[in-house]
């Protein structure tokens, strides 16, 4: 489903993914942990384009993204950001029905209908017609859910989804996460959720030095690291 | 004896009035040229706006990689010299040397002219309202495959234009003041009507009551400003 070829990134002198390689199967959720400055976010975001890899090509689907394509494509990818990035400026029903009505996918009736079962589905129905600032943190990201998940996405990336959470609010998101994940949906998660990894991700990606470092089943993983530096960022964040 | 004073200076009050306005119909001087202040400035602030507009697309565009280096240069280069000289010698100018053969309505060059100015600190007011839109703002409407046009005008635009509405109003205040230097290019604003009448009758009159219309139109434009500012601010209140 998702295909990583020698993918590199570069911001002028600075090296932040060196010929990363890997693919995704249809219905995998893959756990990628790493100290700050790994490349996760960047590796994400390269996916979806909103960061334009130096080198390297990644296949969707079989379709190479390029910047023709990548438009059409994102439909077919859902993100969900660290800090939700709602638009401030539309209530919540609108914010989940933009993007179908714009890009002219549904009717007015059906983007409705469709946003509101999304809503119920992350427990926000009530919210239909507020503004974004009203809501809490934990709301929030699940009403950016609701909305990457209006497009009918086949795969979601999620970058640090509960990072910029209190954190009595984590477990509303993971939950969502979660019922996705067990759903089928093909997920790639950056977070540092040891629990939601080891409950349910596939594959766990260990990166470290522009690429992926290591790679397992997170039980495996976690508990018996192969790398010397996989050992001692597990102590460090678990300290 | 006081009396008799007060009587003297109502009566020369009555008397001044009369001359200034009354006689000769003169407050309709005042009202065209009230008409013309605010036409001038209205069809100054559309110029102005558009562009304004066009030219903080063309910088924001460029800064975001688009290959325009060549209209990023003629957007410097214009905010350059209409913010690097006075506003006074660019209605000059464009009266007397621009259109100095041409015969158009004094209307259409001192709009023109004032629009003209406008434009660059619009164009500087509309860019930094669209920089002070998150970015996160743009990129989550990328996501979810939105164009750059389309996310532009649905999601970064509409939120630059509520951050810059004060911004925004006080230009255009600036701007209803600045057109009262019309009159050098023989051009019939309140301002020249009221030194018209001045120069007949030698009375602080006419030039009070010009300073009052002008504070009045003013104060007008801040209470619209508060009562828009206040409507805007529901998506941030809910």
């Known amino acids: ?239 | 004896m006081v009396g008799v004073y007060m009587s003297a200076w109502f009566s020369d009050l009555a008397d001044q009035f009369y001359r200034n306005f009354i006689f000769e119909d003169r407050y309709r001087w005042l009202l065209q040229g009230l008409a013309n202040t605010l036409q001038m400035t209205l069809f100054a602030g559309m110029i102005g706006i558009l562009i304004g507009l066009v030219l903080s697309l063309i910088r924001v565009l460029h800064k975001s990689g688009a290959k325009i280096g060549f209209l990023n240069a003629f957007a410097n280069a214009y905010i350059t010299v209409i913010r690097g000289t006075p506003v006074m010698v660019q209605i000059l100018i464009i009266n007397f040397v621009i259109f100095a053969s041409i015969p158009v309505s004094k209307l259409l060059v001192a709009s023109l002219a004032f629009g003209i100015n406008s434009g660059a600190y619009v164009a500087e007011i509309f860019r930094a309202g669209i920089n002070s839109v998150d970015a996160g703002q743009a990129e989550a409407a990328r996501s979810l495959g939105l164009s750059y046009g389309q996310s532009m005008r649905l999601i970064v635009l509409p939120q630059a234009v509520k951050n810059v509405l004060p911004a925004m109003f006080n230009e255009f205040i600036t701007l209803l003041k600045e057109t009262s230097i019309a009159g050098y290019i023989a051009f019939t604003d309140l301002t020249r009507a009221g030194n018209n009448i001045r120069t007949l009758t030698f009375s602080a009159m006419p030039l009070l009551l010009v300073a009052l219309i002008y504070l009045i139109i003013v104060m007008f434009m801040t209470f619209i400003l508060r009562r828009l500012e206040r409507r805007l601010a529901s998506s941030d209140r809910g």
Do not use: W
């Open chain 1, 1 to 239: 489903m998702i295909e990583v070829n020698g993918l590199t990134k570069h911001y002028g002198d600075l090296v932040v993914l060196e010929d990363v390689s890997f693919t995704v199967e249809k219905g995998e959720t893959i756990s990628i942990i790493g100290p700050s400055g790994s490349g996760k976010s960047t590796l994400l975001r390269c996916i979806n384009r909103l960061e334009t890899p130096t080198a390297g090509e990644i296949k969707i689907n079989g379709e190479v993204v390029t910047e023709k394509n990548v438009n059409r494509l994102r439909r077919s990818m859902g993100m969900v950001f660290q800090h939700f990035n709602l638009f401030n400026n539309l209530k919540v029903i609108d914010n989940i029905t933009l993007a179908p009505l714009t890009l002219k996918m549904m009717g007015k009736a059906e983007a409705e209908k469709n946003a509101m079962a999304l809503l119920e589905r992350v427990g926000l129905a009530e919210k239909r017609d507020v503004y974004p600032s009203t809501l809490s943190g934990g709301q929030k990201q699940r009403v950016a859910i609701a909305r990457a998940l209006a497009m009918g996405p086949d795969i979601m990336l999620f970058d640090e989804p509960t990072s910029a959470l209190d954190p009595e609010m984590v477990g509303e998101v993971l939950d969502v996460m979660r019922q996705l994940s067990d759903a089928g949906m093909t997920m790639l998660v950056v977070s540092h959720e040891m629990g939601f990894a080891k409950a349910a991700a596939n594959r766990m990606f260990f990166m470290d030095d522009k690429k992926i470092l290591e790679e397992g089943e997170p039980s495996v993983l976690l508990t018996n690291p192969k790398e010397e530096r996989t050992k001692l960022f597990l102590q460090s964040v678990r300290r």
